[in-house]
T-cell receptor
């Protein structure tokens, strides 16, 4: 069981370039989310989705776009990268059923550096 | 305002020693509290969950406590091992129907030295 898979693990971009961080889960979880983790600031929610075709903004959504065309995939797009987006990004999922206890299942992270 | 605060920010202990990490929260209405362990370069993994009615729960050498009256939780690690070196994150769930109901602490960075 792969769980939550993120690609790439590492990426270096120049300011103004665009890229997509991929996230896939095989647990049939309805809820998927993207977080960024910066030193001293903890995990901050960027965008989340409660099901295919439904997305919403989190705490720090500016500069990022998402879409959810299938239950399994939730890509995060940076349209014009900025140095302030240098961070470690985590994708996480959880069920939205009666068995939901709030446990998030995280991917291994994607470390992004914007020069 | 819903907040989660952890202390200390970082901690260095000798292998074999015990330590206690703290988590204070103001999240309301409270649903549950989770402790996650995050190894360097990895994603966080849930260690234990505490619900309103639970005071203490153990998971091997990890023991979590919850005082719902004072809104405090602790994570006690017994006989520490080098593999305990990690960040420990406290996450509190609010009892709401919305999806965005999780509140994160900034974590405690634990380093166990030989």
């Amino acid at each position: 069981n792969a769980g939550v898979t993120q690609t790439p693990k590492f990426q270096v971009l120049k300011t103004g370039q665009s890229m997509t961080l991929q996230c896939a889960q095989d647990m049939n979880h309805e809820y998927m989310s993207w977080y960024r983790q910066d030193p001293g600031m903890g995990l901050r929610l960027i965008h989340y989705s409660v099901g295919a075709g439904i997305t919403d903004q989190g705490e720090v959504p500016n500069g990022y776009n998402v879409s959810r065309s299938t239950t399994e995939d939730f890509p995060l797009r940076l349209l014009s990268a900025a140095p302030s987006q240098t961070s470690v990004y985590f994708c996480a999922s959880r069920p939205r059923t009666v068995s939901d206890t709030g446990e998030l299942f995280f991917g291994e992270g994607s470390r992004l550096t914007v020069l | 305002k819903n907040q989660v605060e952890q202390s200390p920010q970082s901690l260095i202990i000798l292998e074999g020693k015990n330590c206690t990490l703290q988590c204070n929260y103001t999240v309301s209405p409270f649903s549950n509290l989770r402790w996650y362990k995050q190894d360097t370069g990895r994603g966080p993994v849930s260690l234990t969950i505490m619900t309103f009615s639970e005071n203490t729960k153990s998971n091997g050498r990890y023991t979590a406590t919850l005082d719902a009256d004072t809104k405090q939780s602790s994570l006690h690690i017994t006989a520490s091992q080098l593999s305990d070196s990690a960040s420990y994150i406290c996450v509190v769930s609010a009892r709401e129907t919305g999806a965005n109901n999780l509140f994160f602490g900034t974590g405690t960075r634990l380093t166990v030295i030989p």
